[in-house]
């Protein structure tokens, strides 16, 4: 069950976030300090703009997450020596894998502009 904070460890969680500051503070020259607040502000503004995630992303990621969770199955069958169940699951995985791809290929060649939603090129 989740706890609700209490009023003793919000207060608990500023004194810490108030100390690494200080110390901060007196590691980092000014301008430096500067910088880095400027940068964890622009942090915060791009982990706000990457919540509303384009749906046609989300369908994707959702294939690729089918995709791996059937992979991981058919591994625990092998690792158990259930081989035809465990072929039966790569074969999903991997058909689930090639949807995927169609689809991201598809997304892209409509919309370049969802490649900034990616980790790395996408050709």
């Known amino acids: 069950m989740l706890r609700k904070p209490n009023a003793l460890t919000s207060y608990k969680r500023l ?3 108030l100390n690494e500051n200080r110390q901060l503070l ?5 301008d430096e300090y500067e910088q880095l607040e400027y940068e ?3 942090q915060l503004e791009l982990r706000e703009e990457l919540k509303d995630k384009p749906s046609d992303l989300k369908r994707y990621e959702e ?3 089918e995709a791996t969770f059937n992979y991981n199955r058919a591994e625990g ?3 158990i020596g259930k ?3 465990a072929k039966t699951f ?3 995985s991997e058909s689930l894998c090639e949807d995927a791809l169609e689809r991201l290929q598809e997304i892209l060649h409509y ?3 969802l490649r900034v939603w990616f980790d790395r090129d996408i050709s």
């Open 111 to 113: 919309d370049s502009s």
């Open 83 to 85: 081989h035809t169940t």
């Open 90 to 92: 790569y074969n999903k």
């Open 26 to 30: 007196r590691w980092l020259s000014e």
């Open 77 to 79: 069958y092998s690792s």
């Open 15 to 17: 004194l810490t976030n």
């Open 40 to 42: 964890w502000q622009a």
């Open 63 to 65: 294939k690729l997450r």
